[in-house]
């Protein structure tokens, strides 16, 4: 734990772009970084795959494939060469590829878009097809998400497996006191995937993550809520754990953005890695959550 310890001080000493660990700033005062949030749809709190293709924004309204969201809705779906139809609760819709003009309930509304065929896929606008279909719909600019429904956000064991923790055993090697919070042992383990989130892990609701950088510094953006900081541990297998504190930017919905720096100088004073420079995210297995639970959080790493 010594180590750790050690090291996260150093993690904390990683300057530039990506700021001091556990720095809370406003938004305005850091350079731009290259990279984005990805556009996403959620219904009742869970991300839509849209397969083949995914949702886009045109004239500032998002589009996407006419099936994915019909189900994701539960609607009843009908289609042929020119006509999009949905049914559901009572409720209808007719679009008619390239036209303004749909059929909501019987009656002709004047829309201010289209749907439209892009390489073979149809696509409809979504907040046009959602609402009629009765569901609240509410674009999320600091995600960049469209929330359709429900916006509770599940929690940990609801879309997770619990896991033996002998498959996990090896990252801890030397810091075997993570694993012991209170001094108690713990046997289990839960993985969140990517594809989970948003997801409440513990006290905090982990949103969205996503990769960026200045040209010169690659870091992690972690989307976050419940907390003003947020520390992880990136796990590399064999007692390889490097912890970094993110440099918290508020947002103007309540919401924080973690910048994480990847590499830094301090992990060559602390783990004598003298290739600090070369350690990259394919490095990283899992970033690790510490915390009082009965298991030992973990987020599988989709920037491998």
Do not use: C
Request: hydrophobic share 40%.
């Amino acid at each position: 734990m010594k180590k750790l310890m050690t090291a996260f001080l150093a993690g904390a000493l990683g300057l530039g772009v990506f700021g001091v660990g556990g720095s809370s700033i406003n938004a305005a005062e850091i350079k731009p970084v290259a990279g984005s949030k990805k556009l996403a749809v959620l219904v009742d709190a869970r991300k839509v795959k849209f397969d083949g293709g995914g949702p886009f924004v045109e004239d500032k309204r998002v589009q996407v494939p006419l099936r994915g969201i019909g189900e994701a809705l539960g609607a009843k779906i009908g289609f042929d060469a020119q006509t999009v139809t949905y049914k559901k609760n009572g409720k209808s819709i007719k679009l008619t590829l390239g036209s303004k003009v749909a059929i909501v309930d019987g009656k002709s509304v004047t829309m201010d878009t289209v749907a439209k065929a892009i390489n073979g896929r149809t696509y409809v606008p979504l907040r046009f097809v959602s609402e009629n279909l009765g569901e609240k719909v509410t674009w999320d600019q600091v995600g960049n998400w469209v929330w359709i429904g429900s916006q509770e956000v599940p929690d940990i064991e609801e879309v997770t497996e619990l896991q033996d923790i002998a498959s996990f055993i090896n990252y801890f090697q030397g810091n075997e006191s993570l694993m012991e919070p209170y001094g108690e042992k713990i046997s289990n383990a839960r993985v969140v995937s990517f594809e989970n989130m948003p997801v409440t892990i513990g006290k905090i609701t982990i949103m969205d993550m996503w990769m960026v950088t200045d040209g010169d510094n690659y870091g992690i953006h972690v989307r976050f809520k419940g907390k003003k900081k947020l520390v992880m541990y990136y796990l590399s297998g064999m007692g390889d754990i490097r912890s970094r504190t993110g440099y918290v930017i508020e947002q103007p919905d309540g919401s924080n953005i973690a910048q994480f720096i990847i590499n830094t100088a301090g992990d060559k004073a602390i783990y004598n890695d003298k290739k600090w420079k070369e350690y990259t995210m394919k490095n990283v297995d899992y970033f690790f959550l510490t915390g009082d639970e009965e298991y030992i959080k973990l987020i599988s790493n989709p920037f491998q």
